[in-house]
């Protein structure tokens, strides 16, 4: 499976915008980038998902590098309820998910 | 939007005993679903792959005796903890895959199990 590099811990402070990047060096061609995140003692949430074109919905835009080496969630505007792990996975949606450690964000007021 | 739920949300057992934990796709259908379990300040972890109809794909190092996966409809899979130990003790959370939408997949909100 390709791995994914995600930093363990970020900051940002409220109705900022956080920018989540995930390394994926190794990456295949026909793997998909998705984006989960978890809230304490929830289950995972969808967030997003790109194969080779940026992204956009209504909780977050995935930005993906041409190479597709590398992608940055970005949340354009911080909110308290968005401190959570995030989960940058490589693969099919349709099939199990390969939780990495994720990124744990910190949102301050 | 898809809802998986999970029954019960937590569950406190004494060990030696047995515990179901259900997982519902409430407004879909989904031959397959998956098992995760998860330690407190650990990523999740695949357990088991469920098919409906057929037997679970297990994840090397899941004893598949003692974690008994039942498909039982294209709304059901119920995950059974036997002869439970409190090294068992952990968050178990299962996700669905449409049938209709099989780039998409659902999680449901976790099962909380404490073997005392």
């Known amino acids: 499976d390709a791995k994914t590099t995600q930093p363990n811990s970020m900051e940002s402070n409220e109705e900022e915008p956080v920018h989540l990047p995930c390394n994926h060096s190794?990456?295949?061609?026909?793997?998909?980038i998705h984006w989960y995140r978890q809230l304490p003692s929830q289950g995972p949430e969808y967030v997003i998902h790109?194969?080779?074109s940026n992204v956009n919905n209504r909780m977050a835009s995935l930005a993906i590098a041409e190479d597709r080496k590398s992608s940055t969630l970005i949340l354009h505007r911080a909110t308290l309820r968005d401190a959570a792990v995030y989960y940058c996975?490589?693969?099919?949606?349709?099939?199990?998910?390969?939780f990495g450690k994720g990124t744990s964000l910190l949102v301050t007021p | 939007g898809a809802v998986v739920s999970q029954h019960p949300s937590w569950v406190i057992c004494k060990s030696g005993t047995s515990v179901k934990i259900e997982c519902r796709s409430l407004?879909?259908?989904?031959?397959?679903m998956f098992w995760y379990r998860q330690f407190p300040k650990q990523s999740l972890m695949l357990m088991a792959t469920?098919?409906?109809?057929?037997?679970?794909?297990?994840e090397q190092g899941v004893e598949k005796d003692k974690f008994l996966i039942n498909h039982a409809s294209l709304t059901l899979s119920t995950l059974t903890v036997t002869s439970a130990h409190p090294e068992d003790s952990s968050f178990y959370i299962c996700?669905?895959?449409?049938?209709?939408?099989?780039?998409?997949?659902?999680f449901g909100p976790g099962t909380r199990l404490t073997v005392t």
């Open positions: 996700s669905a895959r449409p049938d209709t939408a099989w780039g998409e997949q659902y």
């Open positions: 190794t990456i295949s061609g026909t793997d998909y």
């Open positions: 790109g194969l080779t």
């Open positions: 996975i490589l693969g099919y949606s349709g099939y199990a998910l390969n």
């Open positions: 407004d879909f259908q989904a031959t397959t």
């Open positions: 469920s098919n409906e109809g057929s037997k679970a794909t297990y």
